[in-house]
């Protein structure tokens, strides 16, 4: 006969389950239970148990992390496991067309959204109607403000660290740094008017005929070979003249504007000081791209494209620089009586190889206080003959066309002649700096106008053909006012920076904007530094020169 133990059962009579835990389960672990979590199967093989994703959860603990004492751990190493079957298989027909059913099925579930909003608009109270109106408004605001995709986000190129105009050496020492925040406060009103010490070149007359051209009747532009003179400070023979006697501070035109509109500015660019004695020389370096225009500069997304592209910065400024060569010299009567100053060009030496551009130098003088007295050498491009037939001295600036796509968005074929003021909107925007610069410029000069030339590219991918699509003048006082260029701050920006540079000690300094800082610093850098080899090579020549004079003396 069998033989039946019974188990022993554990009598609980003040609760419910065993009253103590027996020696065989007292070292296993313990999960928690709460008695409001559903129980499911006992085990389920299959993985699909609930194929309703709501339900996924419906039987888990409401302990959460519960159960992960129990999980299954494989310690063996997969590390070499491989995919022998790599190839991509292919979707069955009733597949392929999902994703864009999905879109499809989302823009007409958004567009039906939308449609109910409007309806339920229309069925609003006026206050409900004011607060909706309120809600979408900041609603725009934001997207306006943060992006109004960030997929869009994702899909611009990110803005890159532009490279400095030049390389700053180690045994370089910042000697000052001026930030743009502060320098756009200083103001230094009540200038007198500049005196004339000189005049020299010759000017053709401006055609009129130019200023009759519209995108309907386009012209040309034409390729002019003309000698263009860009000579610094110190080679110039007449400042070498007029420093033995006039002024302690020496500059351009060109290097003056720089300074006074540097607040504007956005990319790097440099200015060599040399203090001798108690004067100052502003100059230029021998091959820096000083001289050269810069393209959409200010705008929101300034041109990025690197390497060989006709759109890239540098090829830009070239491209902008050939044209206001060309278009300066295209629009003036060539071949007909000229404008004579005082003195003939100083730069128009007869070896030249072909015919100097029109342009004539007005030397002039300007007190700044403190026995601050400063030289500039000013540009006149061309004369134009008045309504009271008057001469008229003017300065010719192009500005360009690339791609409209790429610069504001304003097609010049189609708005200059009906919206002329929104063009040139947009290129005050994006071109803020070079427009200043072009207008104390003529400032600076005494210009009675300033004459503004549109030139496009005849095609987009082609940047060595363009067309002139009109003309427009300002008076440079007028002009100042409209693109709020405040005179006061440049001369004080000017000011600040010749004083600073006085309480050096002698020697070469080196003035730069930041490539990636609105700020500008103040380099002390040896004498020889950016020396060229034919300086070296006319010194040593020289130098030679005495020496064989000496050696001759004592044989006479």
Known sequence: MAHFVPPQIQENPNGWGPSAIPDQFKDMPYQPFSKGDRLGKVSDWTGATYQDKRYLGKYNSAFGGSGSQYAYYHEEDESSFQLVDTARTQKPLYQRGRRLFNQN?????????????QTSMQALSKTHKNRERDRQRQLRKWQKQFGRNTQDNRNKAPIKNRDASVQVRDSWAVVEEMDFPRLAKLSLPSIEEPKDLTTCGLLELYDKTYDRVTTKSERRLKRINRIFHKVTTTD?????QLAKTEGNVFATDTILATLMCCTRSVYSWDIIVQRVGKKLFFDKRDDSDFDLLTVSETATEPPQEEGNSINSPRNLALEATYINHNFSQQVLKAGEEKFKFEKPNPFGQAEDEGEVASVGYRYRKWELGNDITLICRCEHDAVMT??????????????????????????????LDSQRGAVLATELKNNSCKLAKWTVCALLAGSDQIKFGYVSRLHLRDSAKHVILGTQQFKPNEFANQINLNMDNGWGLLRCIVDTCMKLKEGKYLIMKDPNKPMIRIYDIPDDTFETDEDDDSDSSEEEEESDQEEDEPEK
């Open 105 to 117: 099925k989302q823009r007409r579930e958004r567009e039906r959204r939308q449609q109910q909003a």
């Open 236 to 240: 110039d023979p007449v400042i070498r």
């Open 386 to 415: 008045g309504p009271n037939g008057e001469n008229q001295f003017i300065n010719v600036k192009a500005l360009n066309e690339w791609d409209s796509r790429f610069c504001g968005g304003v097609d010049w074929r189609t708005k």
